[in-house]
């Protein structure tokens, strides 16, 4: 574990979100997201969560499989770094 990072366990992740725990294993397995083992327990991180959310919206209410699942967030991602390099350049430019 790295310190200073926040985990849940699978488990607690499913309850919540009353799913499987089998739906999460195979984000994990197909590396839509990370997770981490100690000895039985499945820990993710906190920063993963919002991830595997979107991954869970996209296969239950859009049918999407884990294929696609991977290929779309792929995508968000680079559309993000892209707006957030966007937003940094913008702080080049003096006002005034």
């Avoid at 089998?22 to 397995?29: A, D, G, L, T």
């Avoid at 968000?76 to 966007?86: G, I, K, N, P, S």
Wanted: proline letters at 3%.
């Amino acid at each position: 574990m790295k310190p200073g990072v926040g985990y849940i366990t699978i488990q607690q992740f499913c309850t919540f979100h009353r799913c499987e725990t089998i739906v999460v294993e195979e984000f994990i397995e197909q590396g839509i997201c990370e997770a981490q083992r100690q000895q039985e327990i499945v820990l993710i991180p906190e920063h993963q969560v919002p991830r595997i959310e979107r991954a869970l919206r996209l296969r239950n209410d859009l049918g999407v499989n884990s294929a696609g699942i991977d290929i779309i967030l792929r995508l968000l991602d680079r559309l993000e770094r892209q707006r957030h390099r966007r937003v940094e350049d913008w702080g080049d430019f003096e006002l005034g």
